[in-house]
Protein backbone atom coordinates (compact mmCIF):
# COMPACT_ATOMS: atom_id res chain seq x y z
CA UNK A 1 0.00 0.00 0.00
CA UNK A 2 1.35 3.02 -0.93
CA UNK A 3 2.31 5.90 1.98
CA UNK A 4 0.04 8.25 -0.10
CA UNK A 5 -3.33 5.46 0.21
CA UNK A 6 -2.26 4.70 4.15
CA UNK A 7 -2.60 8.09 4.96
CA UNK A 8 -6.29 8.92 3.49
CA UNK A 9 -7.28 5.78 5.16
CA UNK A 10 -5.83 6.78 8.37
CA UNK A 11 -7.62 10.62 8.14
CA UNK A 12 -10.57 8.35 7.40
CA UNK A 13 -10.37 6.35 10.35
CA UNK A 14 -10.15 9.47 12.19
CA UNK A 15 -13.02 11.08 11.10
CA UNK A 16 -15.14 7.99 11.79
CA UNK A 17 -13.62 7.59 15.71
CA UNK A 18 -14.71 11.16 16.00
CA UNK A 19 -18.17 10.91 14.72
CA UNK A 20 -18.42 7.21 16.62
CA UNK A 21 -17.47 9.25 20.06
CA UNK A 22 -19.89 12.25 19.00
CA UNK A 23 -22.72 9.14 18.63
CA UNK A 24 -22.03 8.27 22.08
CA UNK A 25 -22.00 10.84 23.48
CA UNK A 26 -24.79 12.61 25.57
CA UNK A 27 -28.53 12.40 24.15
CA UNK A 28 -32.09 13.41 25.75
CA UNK A 29 -33.39 10.39 26.76
CA UNK A 30 -37.28 9.40 28.37
CA UNK A 31 -36.78 8.77 32.42
CA UNK A 32 -38.77 8.65 34.87
CA UNK A 33 -37.24 8.02 38.84
CA UNK A 34 -38.94 10.45 41.17
CA UNK A 35 -35.83 12.36 41.82
CA UNK A 36 -36.02 16.35 42.01
CA UNK A 37 -35.11 18.16 38.67
CA UNK A 38 -31.39 19.01 38.19
CA UNK A 39 -30.08 15.72 40.77
CA UNK A 40 -28.01 13.39 38.86
CA UNK A 41 -28.61 9.60 38.53
CA UNK A 42 -25.80 7.17 37.84
CA UNK A 43 -26.39 3.75 36.82
CA UNK A 44 -23.11 1.53 37.48
CA UNK A 45 -24.43 -1.45 35.51
CA UNK A 46 -25.33 0.92 32.33
CA UNK A 47 -22.60 2.92 33.45
CA UNK A 48 -24.73 5.67 32.17
CA UNK A 49 -24.88 9.34 34.05
CA UNK A 50 -28.67 10.89 33.96
CA UNK A 51 -29.00 14.37 34.77
CA UNK A 52 -32.71 14.64 35.41
CA UNK A 53 -34.35 17.94 33.66
CA UNK A 54 -37.75 17.32 35.35
CA UNK A 55 -40.48 16.94 32.30
CA UNK A 56 -39.95 13.33 32.21
CA UNK A 57 -36.23 13.47 30.33
CA UNK A 58 -32.85 13.28 31.16
CA UNK A 59 -29.56 14.30 29.47
CA UNK A 60 -27.32 11.01 29.29
CA UNK A 61 -24.04 10.57 29.41
CA UNK A 62 -21.66 7.70 28.90
CA UNK A 63 -19.30 7.10 32.11
CA UNK A 64 -16.75 4.72 33.24
CA UNK A 65 -17.31 3.64 36.75
CA UNK A 66 -15.75 1.78 39.49
CA UNK A 67 -14.29 -1.75 38.83
CA UNK A 68 -15.79 -4.47 40.84
CA UNK A 69 -15.08 -4.26 44.47
CA UNK A 70 -14.33 -0.72 43.81
CA UNK A 71 -17.74 0.42 43.46
CA UNK A 72 -19.70 2.25 45.88
CA UNK A 73 -23.94 2.99 46.16
CA UNK A 74 -25.98 5.60 47.80
CA UNK A 75 -26.53 9.56 47.47
CA UNK A 76 -23.60 12.29 48.03
CA UNK A 77 -24.14 15.57 46.94
CA UNK A 78 -21.55 17.64 45.08
CA UNK A 79 -19.57 19.77 47.60
CA UNK A 80 -17.32 21.37 45.06
CA UNK A 81 -16.29 22.16 41.35
CA UNK A 82 -13.04 22.48 39.64
CA UNK A 83 -11.74 23.44 36.47
CA UNK A 84 -8.40 21.39 35.22
CA UNK A 85 -7.86 20.40 39.28
CA UNK A 86 -4.58 19.37 40.34
CA UNK A 87 -4.70 15.66 41.48
CA UNK A 88 -3.20 14.05 44.72
CA UNK A 89 -3.63 10.31 43.90
CA UNK A 90 -5.48 8.92 46.83
CA UNK A 91 -3.51 6.21 49.29
CA UNK A 92 -5.28 3.23 47.81
CA UNK A 93 -3.94 4.44 44.38
CA UNK A 94 -0.53 5.04 45.08
CA UNK A 95 -0.61 1.62 47.26
CA UNK A 96 -1.31 -0.25 44.01
CA UNK A 97 0.86 2.65 41.96
CA UNK A 98 3.70 3.61 43.89
CA UNK A 99 5.67 5.10 41.05
CA UNK A 100 2.28 7.85 40.61
CA UNK A 101 4.30 11.26 42.02
CA UNK A 102 2.06 12.83 45.13
CA UNK A 103 1.12 15.59 42.08
CA UNK A 104 0.14 16.18 39.29
CA UNK A 105 -0.49 19.35 37.97
CA UNK A 106 -3.94 20.53 36.37
CA UNK A 107 -3.86 20.22 32.75
CA UNK A 108 -1.10 17.99 32.57
CA UNK A 109 -1.78 14.91 29.63
CA UNK A 110 -0.84 13.10 32.40
CA UNK A 111 -3.72 14.17 34.90
CA UNK A 112 -6.57 11.74 34.96
CA UNK A 113 -8.73 14.59 36.24
CA UNK A 114 -9.29 15.94 32.44
CA UNK A 115 -10.83 19.14 31.91
CA UNK A 116 -13.21 19.35 35.26
CA UNK A 117 -14.12 17.53 38.60
CA UNK A 118 -17.08 18.15 40.64
CA UNK A 119 -16.02 16.35 43.83
CA UNK A 120 -18.38 14.88 45.80
CA UNK A 121 -19.21 14.80 49.91
CA UNK A 122 -16.68 13.06 51.79
CA UNK A 123 -13.58 13.56 50.33
CA UNK A 124 -13.13 10.07 48.10
CA UNK A 125 -15.12 10.69 44.85
CA UNK A 126 -15.52 12.89 41.75
CA UNK A 127 -17.31 12.96 39.04
CA UNK A 128 -14.10 14.00 36.38
CA UNK A 129 -13.45 13.71 32.99
CA UNK A 130 -10.51 11.66 31.96
CA UNK A 131 -7.11 11.16 30.13
CA UNK A 132 -8.29 8.17 28.82
CA UNK A 133 -11.32 8.67 26.91
CA UNK A 134 -11.16 4.57 25.62
CA UNK A 135 -11.77 3.66 29.50
CA UNK A 136 -15.57 5.55 29.11
CA UNK A 137 -18.40 3.02 28.79
CA UNK A 138 -16.36 0.51 31.53
CA UNK A 139 -15.84 -0.41 34.59
CA UNK A 140 -12.25 0.89 34.85
CA UNK A 141 -11.72 3.38 38.37
CA UNK A 142 -11.38 3.45 41.99
CA UNK A 143 -15.02 4.49 42.22
CA UNK A 144 -14.69 7.83 40.69
CA UNK A 145 -16.72 8.67 37.96
CA UNK A 146 -15.06 9.51 34.46
CA UNK A 147 -16.54 11.04 31.89
CA UNK A 148 -15.11 12.54 28.22
CA UNK A 149 -14.31 15.89 28.81
CA UNK A 150 -16.23 17.54 26.30
CA UNK A 151 -19.48 15.78 28.74
CA UNK A 152 -17.46 16.82 32.14
CA UNK A 153 -17.73 20.55 30.96
CA UNK A 154 -21.53 20.22 29.32
CA UNK A 155 -22.55 18.95 32.65
CA UNK A 156 -20.03 21.58 35.08
CA UNK A 157 -22.23 23.93 33.76
CA UNK A 158 -25.63 22.43 34.16
CA UNK A 159 -25.11 21.76 38.26
CA UNK A 160 -24.41 23.68 41.09
CA UNK A 161 -22.38 22.42 44.38
CA UNK A 162 -25.07 21.12 46.49
CA UNK A 163 -26.51 18.79 43.38
CA UNK A 164 -27.62 15.74 44.86
CA UNK A 165 -25.94 12.66 43.03
CA UNK A 166 -27.66 9.33 43.19
CA UNK A 167 -25.65 5.88 42.64
CA UNK A 168 -27.53 3.12 41.69
CA UNK A 169 -26.40 -0.30 40.58
Not at 101 to 120: D, F
Not at 147 to 163: A, E, P
Amino acid sequence: MSGRVAALLGMAGAVLAGCFGTAQAREIVPFQNGVEPGSIVISVSQRKLYLVNGDGTAIRYPVAVGRPGKQWFGTKPIDGKYVAPAWSPPAEVKRDNPRLPNLIAGGSPHNPMGAAAMTLAGGEYAIHGTNRPGSVGTYASYGCIRMFNQDVVDLYGRVDVGTQVYMTH
